[in-house]
């Protein structure tokens, strides 16, 4: 017969100790972490799933700030993929015409740019693109 209080039956220090009830404090924080967490990880997948399919496709934002330094206008404009997929060697072209001068053209390329990325630069001009017709637009790029 077996004693509680028994020097033989107390358990010692490694013993693996008995699993304890949690309380329902517990039990609400439990779950509610675990919504939260499969909440973000089922966005992050859905996101992934509507985005990775769209190839890439892109918006150029042409800033009206110019600024001149050492008679060169700098026209500063602003990339995105607004698609889903990423674009290497992404050419950006811009043609500015005014009339009575010479038609100039510039070029930038991008690397890389992944989707909803945005990216900056500037067009150097030896004219004042504000008083012609200026045309900036993305002229090709690779699928990675």
Same mark, same amino acid.
């Given at each position: 017969m077996d004693l509680p209080n028994h020097p033989d039956?107390?358990?010692?220090?490694?013993?693996? =100790?008995?699993?304890t009830q949690r309380s329902a404090a517990?039990?609400? &924080?439990f779950v509610a972490a675990s919504l939260i967490l499969l909440g973000l990880v089922g966005l992050i997948f859905f996101d992934w799933q509507t985005n990775q399919n769209r190839p890439p496709a892109f918006s150029v934002a042409v800033s009206e700030a110019v600024r001149v330094t050492d008679g060169r206008y700098y026209v500063p404009f602003a990339i995105t993929n607004t698609g889903g997929r990423i674009a290497r060697m992404v050419q950006?072209?811009?043609e500015l015409h005014i009339t009575g001068v010479d038609d100039e053209t510039g070029e930038q390329q991008i690397d890389f740019l992944s989707g909803h990325? &945005?990216?900056a630069g500037s067009f150097v001009f &030896?004219?004042?693109p504000? /008083? /012609?017709?200026?045309?900036? =637009?993305?002229?090709?790029y690779r699928l990675p």
């Open positions: 039956n107390s358990p010692s220090p490694n013993a693996p =100790r008995s699993f517990e039990w609400v &924080t950006v072209t811009a990325e &945005t990216k &030896t004219h004042n504000q /008083g /012609g017709d200026l045309m900036v =637009r993305v002229a090709s």
